[in-house]
């Protein structure tokens, strides 16, 4: 296979920082919807936990696309729609922007009886939902919470269970790929394929094929804030399209305004780097690097994942990994994450003088 000199340049960049901070990584960049880099070093998968780029590339679809058809707006309250949601103050566009001021995370793995049925763990889960309090601060607090509160949300918009309406998303964002949520926690491919993610104490076993993320675990594998797996090419379709939204060529997509509308800043500068959904990059301290401008969009994952798209640059990187297997205390990849943008960048740079 031959490679180029950002690729070669990359590859090299990467071998000397990967040990003790990931057993290996899979990275893809693409200029104007070519792509540019493709690269893998050190011991790499097929398939990946995609942790919370299930976020953004199933949730912030579905929302787009119930916002199209009406079932919500910016000034619609949550409680209008889920009348046992406690807390009256609290808009739909609060959860997506994380400034619900509802906790980052809640044990829900721990409350829930795995003996029950998936509608009656649903069920404790909303009634656990319903004791949280919120806080009043007014900065934006990522909260995994919020978007399993999206999940009932999205569950009410499309009358029909998560998975359902995932298998509807696939359809019409990215039919053809092998994008999937692993229902009841059943692989679907042999799990030598899936990068394991964490000897996981709770379970007591490797995680391998089967989401990382316990309280999604617990809900049968099937999330509106973790869950999907995926491929290198499969993240890298997401991406496109979203890139293609925004440019206003998304085939049976959604309206190049409705995606332009959740890509742009939705909080106060100071308060949150949030659109609808969507991270944005905070200055000085962003995973997508110090090159992409404040106006790119992306996420992150907990196992080591994340997506970013810049539209002022249409570039975007994809990064894929399976760092929890170094403990999900390693703090080293997130100082990985944005040198490895800034490396693409500036090796793109020098690539096309």
């Not at 809900?219 to 925004?246: C, E, K, Y």
Request: hydrophobic share 40%; glycine share 8%.
């Amino acid at each position: 296979m031959k490679f180029s000199v950002l690729e070669k340049k990359l590859m090299e960049q990467l071998k000397s920082r990967i040990t003790d901070t990931t057993p290996g990584v899979v990275v893809r960049a693409y200029q104007g919807g070519r792509m540019v880099c493709d690269v893998s070093v050190g011991d790499t998968y097929p398939y990946y936990d995609l942790a919370s780029l299930t976020k953004v590339i199933f949730t912030v679809q579905a929302m787009m696309v119930a916002f199209e058809q009406g079932k919500w707006n910016l000034d619609t309250y949550v409680k209008d729609q889920l009348p046992w949601f406690p807390h009256s103050n609290v808009r739909v566009q609060d959860l997506l922007t994380h400034s619900s001021g509802l906790v980052w995370w809640f044990p829900f793995y721990k409350e829930i009886d795995l003996n029950s049925s998936l509608e009656k763990r649903r069920e404790k889960l909303k009634e656990i939902i319903t004791g949280l309090e919120v806080s009043d601060t007014p900065n934006s607090v990522y909260s995994d919470v919020g978007f399993l509160v999206l999940g009932f949300l999205v569950e009410e918009y499309y009358k029909d269970n998560l998975l359902a309406v995932w298998d509807g998303i696939k359809d019409k964002f990215y039919a053809g790929t092998t994008m999937e949520f692993h229902n009841q926690n059943q692989p679907k491919h042999r799990t030598s394929l899936y990068a394991p993610t964490e000897e996981c104490p709770w379970r007591k076993k490797l995680i391998v094929g089967e989401v990382h993320d316990e309280n999604c675990w617990t809900l049968g594998g099937v999330s509106t804030h973790a869950g999907l797996f995926g491929s290198v090419d499969d993240v890298s379709w997401a991406l496109l399209n979203i890139r293609s939204q925004l440019l206003g060529i998304a085939r049976y997509s959604v309206k190049q305004k409705t995606a332009k509308l959740f890509a742009a800043r939705a909080r106060p500068q100071g308060m949150g780097d949030w659109a609808l959904g969507y991270m944005m990059p905070t200055p000085g301290a962003a995973s997508c690097g110090s090159h992409f401008s404040l106006s790119s969009i992306g996420h992150t994952g907990f196992t080591g994942t994340s997506m970013w798209y810049d539209p002022k640059a249409d570039f975007g990187v994809v990064v894929l990994s399976n760092r929890v297997m170094y403990g999900r205390e390693n703090k080293s990849f997130g100082k990985l994450r944005p040198e490895i943008h800034n490396w693409i960048v500036e090796g793109f740079r020098k690539s096309a003088v």
